[in-house]
């Protein structure tokens, strides 16, 4: 039996990146953000790879191990849905850390996230770098 991914993935160490530039972009009239992202490939050509906001995700306050360290709401998807995001700090079996992702469509529209976890979240624009948890 295949393994089946759909609506979830794992981010790892942004290893040989680096933001370059972001800021917004007017895409056809509808205001976005954009990044790029300075990046190798695999035979060591640099590449600049070009990025779009989806989302945003606040870290949680955990009652237990298996809530959620972050969630949020991710929109701009191909497909057009909005999506519910959740994040978990994880370890691999080498000792490397990892955030495991799931995803599920959104019920709400809420710039917020909806689930008990992030009751009592604080406004993204009071986030230090320092304090994002993942």
Aim: aromatic share 8%; hydrophobic share 30%.
């Amino acid at each position: 039996m295949e393994y089946d991914n759909t609506n979830s993935g794992a981010l790892f160490n942004a290893e040989n990146q680096k933001l370059l530039r972001s800021g917004p972009v007017n895409i056809n009239g509808n205001d976005e953000y954009m990044a790029i992202v300075q990046s190798k490939t695999r035979s060591g050509k640099t590449i600049f790879e070009v990025f779009q906001k989806v989302g945003v995700v606040f870290p949680n306050e955990k009652r237990n191990e298996n809530d959620a360290d972050m969630s949020g709401n991710i929109s701009n998807l191909k497909d057009g849905l909005e999506m519910k995001i959740w994040g978990r700090k994880r370890e691999s079996k080498n000792g490397n850390p990892f955030t495991s992702i799931s995803l599920a469509e959104a019920t709400n529209k809420s710039p917020y996230p909806a689930n008990s976890d992030a009751v009592g979240q604080i406004p993204t624009d009071s986030i230090k770098d320092d304090e994002i948890p993942f």
